[in-house]
């Protein structure tokens, strides 16, 4: 009879699980060990669980499938909490395999190896679902469900633990199998028709004198791509973005007008709009609203359930269903009607302010062209992934994405030290595809030590380190508010000599041009290649553009 490991692992196998990450432990080597004979599953070693757990989120992303972590009991479980977060802000389909003491031992303050009051109760402010295994449930079934609630409706994280002694017991498989959509825990967002109130929608949107598209991660996550873009088509109306939606329009289109937070999006092209269409997107304060976004009372708001409507922007037409069912409803009510008249020319001097805006600060900044050394290299299905880093806020403004996913960000939580195994994850979904990894030298030194799961698992890809010698926002930011900083400086490591260690190659560039010929060595060499930015970014440019 087989254990309750290898039904997990059989239930992943089923789910078309080819990549897992984690790191193996006292508590999880019956688990290991059933993975040992899944010649269909790699696994990926890591050498930490928050990091691995990045790797998976990524890899979610990127792949539009699950992204499994398998962590330890009690301190291992806890290094994937603030992962765990980002995934559960970014929306990303990740399952947290962890284990738990002896499942009798549980509650009883034993003083166990490694055991943690109420550990289960750590996750569940951040993941959709938290599912504990105890004595007589179905591993099988359970496995198969957390995969399942991670996917469905609004994707996101789950955590399915399991105690160390039943990961070897014998399984429950012989118990008889549930149906296949019956689910143990509540699914969010599962609407099995349209909303009643779609058709007032439409009319809104045909009576409006200017209507504007905003979208985000959810718009993303449902690959909702081709319906926003005959949409805007459709109504002729600029689509605007939070971070993680750059790209949902390719944003060299016409009505493609990139991050909802731009000074032009937020003074000039949202004012002038009467009717918003939000279509898989929070709305969160944290995306554009404390930027100073103010939509317009015409709000529609179509989402997957109401957690956020309403929260930030009244909104007097909710659409709550499958966002992908009303989006394709949207497009068939305006399918063959595109639009012609005045619209076309207003949306059209805003291209042209846009077009216009970018050849003067091509001019002014050297920000700018280093990205546009970065974009002249990648192709256009490329992904940048950054981090809560100078240039990576730049990235966010000015950064060219011409698909979803084309730029990868840790904007669920804007924690430090994602990207750059965030790019291990997008890397191993896309090994065809060319991924960047772009990082400050703070953030990188949370996850500095993954360089050596590249080299173990001949993962390759250009990380950009770019390094001015400290917490370089932080250290704008006190200077605006008090004028002084503090202990905003660091001090680092020769980052050449530091990978060199590692085995992998370095660069140390200054200059945009520099940059370019360092990643186009990078990018055609195939191998894993640290290149060492060393500049100094004065601010962000959150406060001008």
């Not at 399991?162 to 429950?172: G, H, I, K």
């Not at 012989?174 to 967002?189: D, I, Q, S």
């Not at 981090?387 to 990576?392: E, I, P, S, V, Y």
Request: include cysteine; proline fraction near 6%.
């Amino acid at each position: 009879m087989p254990s309750r490991a290898e039904e997990i692992v059989r239930a992943l196998r089923e789910a078309g699980v080819q990549t897992v990450f984690g790191i193996p432990s006292v508590h999880n080597i019956a688990l290991y060990e059933a993975l040992r004979h899944a010649r269909s599953i790699r696994h990926i070693v890591c050498r930490h669980e928050a990091a691995a757990t990045h790797m998976a989120d990524g890899y979610a992303r990127a792949s539009g499938t699950v992204g499994i972590i398998i962590s330890s009991t009690g301190p291992g479980a806890g290094l994937t909490l603030s992962a765990l977060q980002e995934a559960w802000g970014s929306c990303s389909p990740v399952v947290m395999i962890t284990t738990n003491i002896d499942a009798a031992k549980i509650g009883k303050g034993l003083g166990a190896l490694h055991e943690l009051e109420e550990q289960t109760a750590l996750f569940r402010t951040v993941t959709k679902a938290t599912i504990a295994v105890r004595d007589g449930d179905d591993c099988y079934r359970l496995a198969k469900s957390a995969i399942a609630t991670a996917l469905r409706g609004r994707p996101g994280p789950v955590c399915l633990e399991v105690p160390t002694d039943l990961l070897a017991a014998d399984s429950f498989s012989h118990l008889p199998r549930a149906e296949e959509n019956e689910l143990p825990f509540p699914v969010w967002g599962e609407t099995p028709s349209l909303p009643p109130r779609i058709d007032e929608a439409v009319a809104m949107l045909r009576r409006a004198r200017q209507p504007l598209i905003i979208a985000g991660t959810d718009a993303v996550r449902a690959r909702l791509g081709p319906e926003i873009t005959a949409l805007a088509e459709a109504l002729c109306a600029p689509v605007i973005t939070s971070t993680p939606g750059k790209g949902i329009v390719a944003e060299d289109h016409p009505l493609a007008f990139g991050n909802a937070a731009r000074r032009l999006v937020v003074k000039e092209i949202v004012p002038a709009c009467d009717v918003a269409l939000a279509i898989g997107t929070r709305l969160r304060e944290v995306d554009a609203k404390r930027r100073g976004l103010v939509l317009p009372e015409q709000l529609i708001h179509v989402d997957w359930d109401e957690r956020w409507v309403g929260r930030n922007f009244p909104t007097p037409l909710p659409l709550i269903g499958d966002i992908r069912l009303i989006a394709q409803e949207l497009c068939r009510h305006f399918a063959g009607e595109p639009y012609s008249g005045p619209r076309q020319e207003r949306v059209a001097a805003w291209r042209h302010q846009a077009e216009a805006e970018m050849r003067a600060l091509r001019q002014e900044l050297v920000e700018i062209r280093y990205l546009e050394a970065i974009r002249h290299l990648l192709p256009r299905d490329s992904a940048l992934v950054i981090d809560n880093t100078q240039l990576g806020y730049w990235a966010e403004y000015f950064y060219p994405s011409y698909q979803p996913h084309g730029l990868v960000a840790a904007k669920g939580s804007a924690l430090l030290g994602f990207s750059f195994p965030g790019a291990i994850g997008v890397k191993l979904a896309w090994p065809e595809k060319a991924v960047v990894g772009l990082i400050g030298d703070g953030g990188f030194l949370y996850t500095a030590q993954e360089l050596a799961t590249c080299v173990r698992h001949g993962i390759g890809f250009p990380l950009i380190v770019v390094n001015d010698n400290a917490y370089g926002v932080i250290g704008y930011l006190q200077r605006t508010a008090y004028q002084a900083e503090y202990e905003a400086r660091l001090t680092n490591p020769d980052f050449v000599a530091f990978a060199g260690s590692f085995g992998v190659a370095a660069t140390r560039v200054r200059s945009p041009e520099e940059l370019e010929q360092a990643l186009g060595h990078a990018l055609q060499s195939g191998q894993m290649h640290l290149i060492e930015l060393q500049v100094e970014i004065a601010a962000p440019p959150f406060g001008r553009y």
